[in-house]
Nanobody, 119 residues
């Protein structure tokens, strides 16, 4: 089992920056990939970014590519999402999630952190 706790959300003006953190605990040795998702009110959850634990390969949604950067610190079992040039449409609850090599489904999720971007 893996437990995830997000932090770093808040209120920021358009054009500003935030850095989100997601700390993992439990059976962290089983983590193959960690990812960020977001969900705005009245909308479906959408993929934001992901990173592989060993090789460090990264993946980004087109909507955030060039503005957001995902990174990880394996020693701290933590993944980060650096968000720059924030837009009002980035407003959402941001969740981190993990999966192992044994499944293609993200099986563990954090409780989310609110990001609000004002115009």
């Amino acid at each position: 089992q893996v437990q995830l706790v997000e932090s770093g959300g808040g209120l920021v003006q358009a054009g500003g920056s935030l850095r989100l953190s997601c700390a993992a605990s439990g059976r962290t040795f089983s983590i193959y990939r960690m990812a960020w998702f977001r969900q705005a009110p009245g909308k479906e959850r959408e993929f934001v970014a992901a990173i592989n634990w060993s090789g460090g390969s990264t993946y980004y949604a087109d909507s955030v590519k060039g503005r957001f950067t995902i990174s990880r610190d394996n020693a701290k079992n933590t993944v980060y999402l650096q968000m720059n040039s924030l837009k009002p449409e980035d407003t959402a609850v941001y969740y981190c999630a993990t999966r192992s090599l044994t499944t293609s489904v993200y099986g563990y999720w954090g409780q989310g952190t609110q990001v609000t971007v004002s115009s």
